[in-house]
């Protein structure tokens, strides 16, 4: 039975004992009628509405949830002050922490990648026969596809290491998963068609050089791998030294991405011309504007000829309410996924976003 509490019995007596001058109770606001809570939680809570800390602790919250909007970077409640020191000096630094006084130490989890649910991805050439020019990884059964599927991605990083060489270099790793899901294909009963893991590791740099205006503020090195994790002869996957190069001026970021493949063996090479077709490098161009982001990644094999192939990926994240977001991505080229490195195709996806780049 649940214990009432003493201030219930305590009222009665003391409107018929105490004087006609005492017998007011004190104001619910006030902070002797927090004494009388048995509870310790009510009690707390009692203490925190009468000294107005809940409303401190309220703004605090908001300001927190605002630095995670901005930064991508998850932490508990904090005061005020220190809110405002994680706040984003550009974008380069607010993702990455490129100047000594945007320093949070190691493990604290941040968005990498746009982490997004797209209910409707619709595509105007389905890939029914993956092929490679590895036979063991051609597909010779004709795959019963829909041209509309869902897709979603998550991605995070974390730094693991601060300060790698005294005051300059941190160790990051990253982990993004995207998922192509044929939620609509009754009859093949909602198999995904594909998912792509890719974990990678890289030693980042702050640097403060400026060309043509724009301010060159980062630079990293690192390795990444790319697999989907299938069997043959669905099975891709490639591992490559990567380096990122950023820039920035105003609202406006360009990061240029050239990377090299580590060389397989042939006979256990799942995609070997997948430089041709996925490319060499990739440019990518953010732009925001009254808090919508816009986001523009070009890739190319830097080949002419028969090996002259790239791609093209627009997204468009716009507030909805607080933290959610609607994210809108176009795509046209080689390499929507690993499985579909060699396949040209046009898509279009439309759905919500938590987490923007």
């Known amino acids: 039975m649940r214990r009432l509490p003493f201030a219930l019995f305590a009222l009665p007596i003391a409107v018929f004992v105490a004087p006609p001058a005492r017998a007011q109770n004190p104001d619910p606001m006030d902070i002797r009628a927090c004494t009388a809570i048995q509870g310790d939680a009510q009690r707390l809570a009692c203490y925190d509405r009468a000294t107005h800390r809940d409303d401190t602790v309220a703004a605090e919250q908001k300001l927190a949830d605002e630095a995670v909007r901005k930064t991508g970077v998850f932490r508990q409640v904090k005061p005020e002050t220190e809110i405002a020191a994680i706040a984003p000096r550009s974008l380069l630094d607010s993702r990455w922490e490129l100047e000594p006084d945007s320093k949070l130490g190691t493990f604290n ?17 389905r890939n029914s026969l993956p092929s490679s020019p590895n036979p ?12 509309v599927e869902a897709k979603f991605q998550l991605s995070l990083k974390t730094k693991v290491w601060q300060g790698v ?3 300059a270099g941190d160790l990051w790793v990253g982990y993004t998963q995207s998922s192509r ?3 609509y294909n009754v009859p ?21 050089y400026s060309v043509l205006g724009w301010n060159g503020h980062l630079f990293d090195i690192g390795i990444d791998h790319q697999s989907n994790g299938r069997s043959d002869p669905f099975s891709r996957s490639w591992n490559r030294v ?15 991405r ?25 440019m990518q161009v953010l732009h925001f504007w009254n808090d919508q982001e816009f986001n523009l990644t070009l890739r190319h094999s830097l080949r002419g000829g028969a090996a002259n192939h790239g791609s093209a990926r627009l997204s468009w994240s716009f507030p909805l309410d607080g933290n959610l977001r609607g994210y809108v991505e176009m795509f046209s080229g080689y390499g929507e996924s690993l499985i579909d490195y060699n396949h ?10 938590l987490l923007d780049w």
Do not use: H
């Open 109 to 125: 989890l941040r968005s990498y990648q746009p982490v997004y649910v797209m209910p409707f991805f619709a595509t105007s050439r």
């Open 258 to 282: 050239p990377w090299w493949r580590i060389p397989e063996a042939r006979n256990d090479d799942n995609n070997p011309d997948i430089t041709d077709y996925v490319g060499r490098g990739e």
């Open 181 to 183: 899901w044929q939620v």
């Open 242 to 256: 990567v380096a990122d190069f950023g820039f920035e001026c105003g609202n406006w970021m360009v990061r240029l």
């Open 136 to 147: 063991v990884d051609t597909v010779t059964q004709k795959q019963q596809l829909d041209n």
């Open 188 to 208: 093949q009963s909602r198999p995904f068609r594909e998912s792509d893991y890719e974990p990678e590791a890289l030693l980042v740099f702050g640097t403060g």
């Open 165 to 167: 060489f005294g005051d």
């Open 344 to 353: 040209a195709a046009t898509y279009l996806g439309v759905g919500l976003s």
